[in-house]
């Protein structure tokens, strides 16, 4: 299985991205939210309890995912602090273990663009953050800080459109692109 890992600051559009990508190879997103939401109704983001079920519920369903033979799945990260520092490098040993291989893709963008994002609709649906307040104090305090993530590829996303950051990531990492039909 390829594991397609975008990562990023809040807000420079993973997920948007990762939407686009799947359109184009059909690989299925699993973003990191669908596991925070489940979890944050029952354990205090960060604490204990949250920070081990996130960490396992996201390596089972990815370790699983490659077991059960999918060609591809996307997977979305933002790296910081109550995320282990160990947590991607144990994921890319389980995964290559198991045959995958895990491609990482870094997007980012200005911080005056990815605070402008943060007051976006679609940012509502999955209860992320968006208070341009909240983000900022969370930086002063070092909420994002983690160690450096393995070499990919970089995506500036405030200088393309996310389908043309989808395609930028199929050409880099030779993906298989869906064949479309053509009209007329």
């Known amino acids: 299985m390829q594991l397609v890992f975008i990562y990023g600051m809040p807000a420079v559009g993973k997920l948007t991205v990762a939407r686009e990508l799947e359109k184009l190879t059909g690989y299925p997103v699993f973003h990191n939210h669908l596991v ?6 029952v354990f205090d983001f960060g604490g204990a309890a949250f920070t081990e079920m996130r960490e396992s519920i996201w390596l089972q369903v990815l370790a699983r995912a490659e077991r059960a033979g999918r060609p591809g799945l996307i997977f ?33 963008c200005p911080e005056r663009v990815a605070e402008q994002r943060l007051g976006s609709d679609a940012r509502f649906r999955w209860d992320k953050l968006r208070s341009v307040e909240y983000y900022r104090e969370l930086r002063d305090l070092g909420a994002f800080r983690y160690p450096k993530l393995p070499d990919g590829l970089t995506v500036d996303t405030s200088r393309s459109k996310p389908k043309d950051s989808a395609r930028e990531i199929t050409k880099h990492y030779k993906l298989p692109v869906l064949k479309t039909k053509r009209r007329g």
């Open 36 to 41: 925070v939401d489940m979890l944050s109704p």
């Open 76 to 108: 979305t990260f933002t790296p910081e602090r109550t995320v282990r520092a160990s947590f991607v490098r144990e994921l890319v040993q389980e995964l290559e273990g198991l045959g995958g291989k895990v491609l990482f893709v870094r997007l980012k």
